[in-house]
C-alpha cells in the first residue's frame, strides 16, 4: 500500500518511528507534502533520509498572504529537486480565515505554471471553494496532471473524472455519515483513484480520536477497497501502481 498524502512534519512522533511504523503496517512508499517553504524543505530532507519516503512541495492557500514573485522564485528552486515528485499543496480555502483570495490566486497560479514548466503533477486542496477551483483548473492547468487531494466533491465528481484529473480519498470516507464520499470512492475509475492519509489530520474510523499517521492508510484503503467489491491485495496493487504512474517513483 501506499500513502499518496502525508504530512510528517506535522506528525508526531519523529520522523523515522512514524516511517518505521508505516513499512510495518505494510505501506511500502509515501508522499509527505509541503505548505510552505520550510516544510517543503522538511519533506525533501526526509525523501533524503528514508528510502520508502517521497516529496512534494508546495504553499497551501492558507499560508499564501502576500505571495510574491520571490516566493515563486524559492517554491520553483525546491521543486526542481529530483527528490519532489509533485508541486502542491495548491487551490483555493475559503473555509478558515487565511490568506486573503487574491493572495490564494497568485499562490496557485504560479504552482500551476511549476508544475507546467517541470512536469509534475499539481496536488489540488479545495475547501468551500468547489466553482473557484475547477474554473482555475479548467482555464489554466491544460496538459498538468492534476491530483484532487482528500476528494470532497462527490457532486462534482463526473466533471473532474472527464476533465482527466486523479482522485484520492482520505480518512474521511470511512465516516458513517460520508455516505456520498464512499459512493464516489465506488465509481471512481481504476486508473484514476489513490488513497490517502493526510496525516495528522482526518483519522480514518476505525482511529477516530486518535492522530493520524501514514501507517492509517490501511484503515482507508481497506474501506475503499470494500466500497468497490475487491480484496485488498487486488486494490493495494492497483493503487500503488496509480501512484508510481503519477509520482514516477
Not at 41 to 48: F, H, N, P, T, V
Not at 151 to 157: A, E
Request: hydrophobic content about 45%; aromatic content about 8%.
Amino acid at each position: 500500500m501506499i500513502d499518496s498524502h502525508t504530512h510528517l512534519d506535522f506528525c508526531d512522533p519523529p520522523h523515522g518511528e512514524l516511517v518505521a511504523q508505516a513499512l510495518e503496517a505494510g505501506v511500502t512508499k509515501m508522499l509527505t507534502v509541503g505548505t510552505d517553504v520550510a516544510s517543503s524543505r522538511d519533506a525533501l530532507a526526509a525523501a533524503a533520509e528514508f528510502p520508502s519516503v517521497f516529496a512534494a512541495v508546495g504553499h497551501h492557500p492558507n499560508n499564501a498572504t502576500a505571495f510574491s514573485g520571490a516566493d515563486r522564485a524559492e517554491l520553483l528552486e525546491l521543486a526542481s529537486d529530483p527528490l519532489c515528485h509533485a508541486v502542491g499543496e495548491t487551490g483555493f480555502d475559503q473555509y478558515r480565515e487565511g490568506a486573503p483570495l487574491e493572495d490564494q490566486r497568485l499562490a496557485f497560479d504560479a504552482q500551476i505554471e511549476i508544475a507546467g514548466e517541470l512536469g509534475k503533477p499539481l496536488i489540488i486542496h479545495t475547501r468551500d471553494a468547489d466553482d473557484l477551483t475547477i474554473g482555475a483548473l479548467r482555464e489554466r492547468a491544460e496538459g498538468v496532471q492534476v491530483l484532487l487531494h482528500c476528494f470532497t466533491m462527490p457532486s462534482r465528481l463526473d466533471e473532474c473524472l472527464e476533465a482527466g484529473w486523479w482522485i484520492s480519498f482520505a480518512g474521511n470516507v470511512t465516516y458513517p455519515k460520508a455516505t456520498d464520499l464512499a459512493a464516489a470512492a465506488a465509481r471512481v475509475p481504476d486508473d484514476r483513484l489513490l488513497v490517502e492519509t493526510d496525516a495528522p489530520y482526518l483519522s480514518p474510523q476505525a482511529r477516530r480520536g486518535e492522530r493520524n499517521t501514514p501507517a492509517a492508510v490501511v484503515h482507508t484503503a481497506e474501506f475503499v477497497a470494500a466500497a468497490r467489491g475487491v480484496d485488498y491485495a487486488a486494490f493495494s496493487t492497483l493503487v500503488e501502481r496509480n501512484a508510481e504512474q503519477l509520482f514516477g517513483w
